[in-house]
């Protein structure tokens, strides 16, 4: 594991203002760690302003090659704070709404997105973990999507992105009937890609990251956009898109470094060209 930095208060902040998003940087790897424990990490305004805003730095910084979101061993984020609805209930259908530009940056980042998940990953907070390239799951942790108790539906992805991750019958099971699962059962169903002890979550999925950022950049990248592609475009055109990618990462420097140091039996110098 990497050297760990002290955390610093998100760049979104301004001097004097609340801070709910602390930035820590592992090596290549950028943990973001959701901080509004008295309200379970619920996502106001000020939340989502911060997340999105520490997201944008991220994908912007050369020295982070993998992103984890996290949040407090109680609660991942519990959703939308509740008494920010009135606001939203005055828009009208095709209004865009204050998290609407976070989950639109998460799905369009160019570095992986790894959520730490421990407790409850409820509605947007569910849709988060989602919208991420893949999620690591605590045993305490608890998904759902508990839109429909209270008269409306997941509005940041989540009808779209379970249907997908987990496939129509088990998609609906936590859309209709809105109760909580397991993380058993969500890595069961394909919604996370591992659980493991909570104490071991954080480190887990920043272990991930760090593997990621071993890897070559660029592939990365273009690989990540291929697979994230799949699940919108059908099969013909997704292996057109695979190809392209393909073709462009085979003139890369990275490419002819990592061909050599394979045939030299060496650890490869990637520097992201």
Same mark, same amino acid.
């Given at each position: 594991?990497?050297?760990?930095?002290?955390?610093?208060?998100?760049?979104?902040?301004?001097?004097?203002?609340?801070?709910?998003?602390?930035?820590?940087?592992?090596?290549?790897?950028? @943990?973001?760690?959701?901080?509004?424990?008295?309200?379970?990490?619920?996502?106001?305004?000020?939340?989502?302003?911060?997340?999105?805003?520490?997201? %944008?730095?991220?994908?912007?910084?050369?020295?982070?090659?993998?992103?984890?979101?996290?949040?407090?061993?109680?609660?991942?984020?519990?959703?939308?704070?509740?008494?920010?609805?009135?606001?939203?209930?005055?828009?009208?259908?095709?209004?865009?709404?204050?998290?609407?530009?976070?989950?639109?940056?998460?799905?369009?980042?160019?570095?992986? %997105?790894?959520?730490?998940?421990?407790?409850?990953?409820?509605?947007?907070?569910?849709?988060?973990?989602?919208?991420?390239?893949?999620?690591?799951?605590?045993?305490?942790?608890?998904?759902?999507?508990?839109?429909?108790?209270?008269?409306?539906?997941?509005?940041?992805?989540?009808?779209?992105?379970?249907?997908?991750?987990?496939?129509?019958?088990?998609?609906?099971?936590?859309?209709?009937?809105?109760?909580? /699962?397991?993380?058993?059962?969500?890595?069961?169903?394909?919604?996370?890609?591992? /659980? /493991?002890?909570?104490?071991?979550?954080?480190?887990?999925?920043?272990?991930?990251?760090? %593997?990621?950022?071993?890897?070559?950049?660029?592939? @990365?990248?273009?690989?990540?956009?291929?697979?994230?592609?799949?699940?919108?475009?059908?099969?013909?055109?997704?292996?057109?898109?695979?190809?392209?990618?393909?073709?462009?990462?085979?003139?890369?420097?990275?490419?002819?470094?990592?061909?050599?140091?394979?045939?030299?039996?060496?650890?490869?110098?990637?520097?992201?060209?």
């Amino acid at each position: 594991m990497s050297e760990q930095t002290n955390p610093t208060p998100a760049s979104a902040a301004a001097a004097g203002d609340e801070v709910f998003v602390q930035v820590e940087d592992r090596g290549g790897v950028r @943990v973001l760690t959701l901080d509004r424990p008295k309200a379970l990490n619920a996502l106001s305004v000020d939340l989502v302003a911060q997340l999105t805003a520490a997201l %944008t730095d991220a994908e912007s910084t050369d020295s982070v090659r993998a992103i984890v979101l996290t949040g407090s061993d109680k609660a991942f984020c519990a959703g939308a704070d509740i008494t920010q609805i009135p606001q939203m209930q005055k828009a009208a259908p095709l209004d865009k709404l204050a998290f609407d530009g976070l989950f639109s940056t998460i799905a369009r980042l160019n570095k992986p %997105t790894i959520a730490a998940v421990r407790g409850m990953a409820f509605g947007g907070g569910c849709e988060i973990a989602l919208a991420c390239d893949m999620a690591i799951a605590g045993e305490s942790a608890q998904f759902g999507v508990p839109e429909v108790k209270l008269g409306v539906l997941p509005g940041a992805g989540g009808t779209q992105r379970l249907v997908h991750a987990l496939g129509k019958a088990k998609a609906m099971r936590m859309l209709l009937t809105g109760e909580p /699962v397991t993380a058993t059962w969500a890595e069961s169903a394909g919604l996370v890609a591992e /659980v /493991v002890a909570d104490v071991d979550v954080l480190d887990t999925a920043v272990g991930i990251g760090e %593997t990621i950022a071993g890897n070559a950049p660029l592939a @990365v990248r273009l690989t990540a956009d291929a697979a994230r592609h799949a699940e919108e475009l059908g099969l013909s055109r997704g292996l057109d898109l695979e190809r392209r990618n393909f073709l462009l990462l085979l003139g890369t420097e990275d490419a002819a470094e990592g061909i050599s140091a394979f045939a030299e039996r060496r650890t490869a110098d990637f520097k992201g060209a």
